[in-house]
């Protein structure tokens, strides 16, 4: 199953210049991975531009908000086509889901080099492979990120953003098949069921993989802001950690993609930014809808405390 997709750090692969030069000399938080990635993973509609925002501020640490049209400048995007058409030396968008799965690890191996020290690296991508194919390689990885939301909440993120109605947008959430469309601006990427997604990254053993919750990236910020900082070495300062936050609040990202724009709203629903609150769910899905979402996903949603009284 695949939707019209908008996500992703638009335009031509970042050198991440700023983020690369802080980072140089950080490499004792490898442990026992051996690259140079991080990921910053998430199921769509979940978080990840909200952690990219709040990391961008925190390599730079300047005296206004990093502006969203420069995020890209701290960040890689794995479903960049650009990598895949120069390795098949044909446009991306000829590419079957099969082929870019073949292509993927060359992908990484091409964005890891182009780094000399530790890389953020946006991924929609499950953990794990396709078509004998691995998703991430771990060779080439240091550390991940991962953020989870309540899926009652990512089902009405998911349906604005692609003008779904909520019903379809439930079923996408459920679905194994699910992957984003192979177009113009990314690759396909796999994604499978919200459920598969979440536990596919959750269930990693590692150390060097954070798992956060977006709830308590609201909710509990300067804590679990604060361990994204430390697993990156990047804790040493409360005042940098404190403005990064005040820097990545929903509020200033709406306000600034009011002013100018985002190039990753998909322009089939309304902004990218809408309200930034956890259980907006109450206010639209009725019991029906719910109980649907609660019975593909009962498992996941008891481990993050996501159940609702009830249910």
Known sequence: MQVPYG?????????????????????????????????????????????????ANMVVDGGRPVALAELTRYCEDEALPEDYAAL????????????????????????????????????????????????????????????????????????????????????????????????????????????????????QSSASVLVVRYEDMLDKATKTFGRIARLLRMDGDRGRLERAIKYSTFPVLAAMERQAGFVEASGKGGRFFRKGRANQWRESLNRDQVARIVNDHREQMARFKYLPPGF
């Open 88 to 203: 098949a030396k044909r446009p991306s968008i000829d590419l079957t889901i099969q082929d870019i799965s073949r292509l993927r690890p060359q992908v990484h191996a091409r964005i890891a080099a182009r780094h000399p020290a530790t890389v953020f690296v946006k991924t929609h991508n499950m953990f794990g492979s396709y078509d004998g194919y691995p998703l991430h390689a771990a060779e080439l990885t240091v550390a991940a990120i991962y953020v989870v939301r309540n899926p009652l909440d990512v089902v009405l993120s998911m349906a604005d953003h692609f003008a779904l109605s909520l019903d379809d947008a439930i079923e996408y959430l459920g679905s194994d098949d699910a992957a984003t469309a192979n177009d113009a601006l990314h690759v396909s990427q796999v994604l499978a069921s919200w459920s598969r997604h979440v536990a596919s990254w959750a269930d």
């Open 7 to 55: 996500f992703g750090c638009h335009g031509t692969a970042a050198i991440i210049q700023q983020a690369a030069g802080w980072l140089a000399g950080h490499d004792e938080w490898n442990g026992a991975l051996m690259g140079n990635i991080c990921w910053l993973a998430s199921y769509p509609k979940s978080g990840n531009t909200w952690l990219r925002a709040f990391l």
